[in-house]
């Protein structure tokens, strides 16, 4: 049997809809995770891009999952208040040292006795993957889901802070490494006005530094600014250049972002629009 399998990947959705067609799932911010058991029972787990992780989760070896197995799904760490924490999962994931405890929440099987079920409608797979996990536990869950109303489902994932949804059709086949407009992702990004103080001089390094209206740093600013858009940036005039970092009167500028980090940065923010 397979082991690894290349996970289906997802294209995004700017706006939930409501659809028969589709079931709605919670979006979890964690670690993509292929929960594999071989046909002697040894587990062995994936990441995304096939690094064997096995020896980090050793709460996660004897889960009662039987041989033949293959389940994808997410690496998640809850947060005091019930929900996914991203830093808790990536302290642990880069940690010797940390412990904390970690679920594997699947959201779908690729192999099921020995046998691999990616052609099956997705609503099939569902059922194979409800026998395998017939109750949750602490260290194990599956991802609940229903069927369509995609935009309240959103509704009150915003209400809730959390990270977004994703919208997959019924009839969807496992499309193993690829990515498929049948698996749709909306999240949930939050807006703010920053300034842009200054950027990275090493185009390969390329990065602009946000800061507040009072003049707190907010992150650097990395993703969705097309390049024409950068001459703004660069016509502005420089005050100071330490090191790699040239720094310029503040720009303004719209960015949407994931969520705060414990130290009050912006998560992986993402260029909108300028505000001049």
């Known amino acids: 049997m397979l082991t690894f399998v290349s ?100 959201f779908d099987v690729i192999q099921h006795k020995g046998q691999r079920v990616t052609g099956l409608p997705l609503i099939e797979r569902k059922g194979i993957l409800s026998e395998l996990i017939p109750t949750d536990s602490a260290s194990l869950a599956k991802v609940q889901f229903i069927e369509g109303h995609g935009a309240a489902y959103f509704k009150a994932v915003k209400d809730q802070n959390l990270e977004g949804i994703v919208l997959k059709r019924k009839d969807s086949r496992y499309q193993t490494g690829r990515r498929s407009h049948d698996w749709l992702k909306v999240i949930n990004y939050q807006y703010i006005e920053v300034s842009v103080i200054g950027y990275r001089k090493q185009p390969k390094n390329f990065g602009l530094l946000l800061a507040d209206s009072d003049g707190k740093y907010m992150g650097v600013l990395e993703l969705g600014l097309p390049p024409r858009e950068k001459a703004k940036v660069y016509q502005a005039p420089v005050l100071k250049e330490i090191g790699d970092t040239s720094y310029i009167a503040p720009v303004g500028v719209l960015v949407k972002f994931r969520n705060y980090t414990k130290a009050g940065l912006l998560r992986l923010p993402s260029f909108v629009e300028w505000l001049t």
């Open 7 to 106: 996970p289906m990947l997802l294209h995004k959705s700017e706006q939930p809809f409501d659809s028969e067609d589709y079931i709605t799932e919670l979006k979890l911010d964690g670690i993509r995770l292929i929960y594999s058991v071989d046909e002697k029972g040894k587990v062995h787990l994936y990441s995304r891009h096939h690094n064997d992780i096995t020896s980090k989760f050793p709460e996660l070896h004897s889960l009662g999952l039987p041989p033949g197995t293959v389940l994808d799904g997410e690496l998640i760490v809850s947060g005091t208040k019930g929900n996914p924490d991203f830093e808790a999962i990536m302290s642990r994931f880069m940690s010797n040292k940390d412990q904390t405890p970690v679920c594997f929440v699947a």
